[in-house]
């Protein structure tokens, strides 16, 4: 088949299986994406992701992951929710959990039509193919921006003209020799919205990212205790941030075309946190099934909501999150505590002398800490 008539072939396909962008990229067009990735390291900005360290060598270069790719197709499907999802961040009671993780999983979504998509390119033209969908050691957002899909703007995330900042990608990677596309030149110019958007001031400068002060990151992938110092910042938010992507004025055209086929499901937009402090591992695992939300854990997702509760400042909730000082997850015990000298201060010394002593490190300081701000405010 003519390079024209595959393309045709690999457009069409893509567009069939709900994809509503495809392009092409050579495996060796990152180069600068390596370099960026090695400097995240070296700075330590990546915080408990020690598998980006791991597999730095892979994610630098494809041929590193399967020395026989010849060409990256990158597709992007539209996600854009259909209202401003930082409306929620107005509602204390609630909980806000980021557009894309409100409805099913996007990896169990997304991988089964880019198998389709590999399918039809096979069917085609032959060769061999390898599907990726952000769980493998695999750069997408640079790979979409060589492939001409947009731009890594300045909050580090891919910005399409056409749909803003929500596109979920998937890469098929092929033995084939595909003519590849031309990168998208950077349409952020003077703007830097996302940058200030930031609660918790997590990009050091344009185009970096402090993982470690993120609030994807902290409610996502950090395992610990949320350091003190960025507790307050965090709002209602219980999993992920949508902020900076919200902010994008390149979002005013996220809903032309739109294709997805992910639907919020209605009870993960606006989650009311009394409903969620209390869940066990059995309720949320129901709650949660198919969602990205379930693979951080009940203890992690507890956590949050916690944190949220705390920020929220409605001390009629604090009977709700009493319970939690005797939770079985020192995660648990230890963000109930800070929760409550938040709600109700005056009271924290009380309940500390009616708890069970508490044997592990972190939660024993985090009473500390906690008695020792209620002890000062009340002077």
């Known amino acids: 088949m ?11 396909a893509a567009q069939a299986c709900g994809f509503d962008v495809v392009g092409i990229a ?20 990546h915080g408990d ?31 854009g929710p259909d209202e401003d999802p930082r409306l929620v961040l107005g509602s204390p009671d609630r909980g806000a959990i980021s557009v894309y993780a409100r409805g099913d999983d996007y990896h169990a979504v997304i991988k089964p039509r880019l198998k389709q998509v590999a399918r039809a390119l096979i069917a085609a033209a032959g060769g061999d193919v390898k599907v990726f969908v952000d769980t493998a050691a695999v750069m997408e957002k640079p ?4 492939a001409g899909l947009g731009w890594q703007g300045k909050h580090t995330n891919l910005v399409s003209r056409a749909f ?5 990608l998937g890469a098929i990677f092929t033995t084939l020799a595909l003519e590849a596309d031309g990168p998208e030149a950077d349409h952020c110019g003077r703007c830097r919205a996302c940058l200030d958007v930031c609660p918790t001031a997590a990009f050091p400068a344009p185009y970096r990212l402090d993982a470690r002060r993120c609030i994807s990151y902290l409610t996502i992938e950090h395992k610990g205790a949320i350091p003190r110092d960025l507790r307050a910042l965090m709002g209602n938010r219980i999993f992920g941030c949508d902020d900076c992507l919200a902010v994008c004025p390149w979002n005013k055209f996220a809903h032309a ?16 946190l009394v409903e969620l402090v209390g869940l066990d591992e059995r309720a949320f695992r129901s709650l949660f099934a198919k969602s990205p939300v379930k693979r951080i854990g009940r203890d992690r997702f507890v956590r949050n909501v916690l944190i949220a509760i705390g920020n929220g400042g409605n001390a009629g909730l604090a ?15 230890g963000a109930a505590v800070w929760a409550l000298s938040r709600l109700v201060p005056e009271r924290l010394a009380a309940l500390f002398s009616v708890q069970a002593p508490e044997h592990d490190p972190m939660v024993r300081e985090e009473w500390q800490s906690a008695l020792a701000t209620a002890h000062r405010q009340a002077r």
Do not use: C
Request: cysteine-free; aromatic content about 6%.
């Open 164 to 168: 803003g900042s929500w596109l979920f």
């Open 143 to 146: 790979l979409a921006a060589a």
């Open 257 to 272: 075309g739109r294709e997805l086929r992910l639907a919020a499901r209605t009870g993960l937009r606006a989650p009311r």
């Open 49 to 79: 992701m020690t598998w980006l360290e791991s597999s730095a060598e892979r994610r630098g270069d494809p041929r590193a992951l399967w020395p026989q790719v010849r060409s990256v197709i990158i597709l992007g499907t539209n996600y």
């Open 319 to 333: 009977a709700a999150v009493e319970p939690r000082l005797k939770d079985p997850s020192r995660l648990v015990r």
């Open 26 to 45: 050579r495996p060796d067009a990152i180069e600068a994406a390596k370099r960026d990735l090695e400097g995240f390291l070296a700075q330590a900005f």
């Open 2 to 12: 003519n390079p024209g008539g595959l393309r045709h072939t690999l457009v069409a």
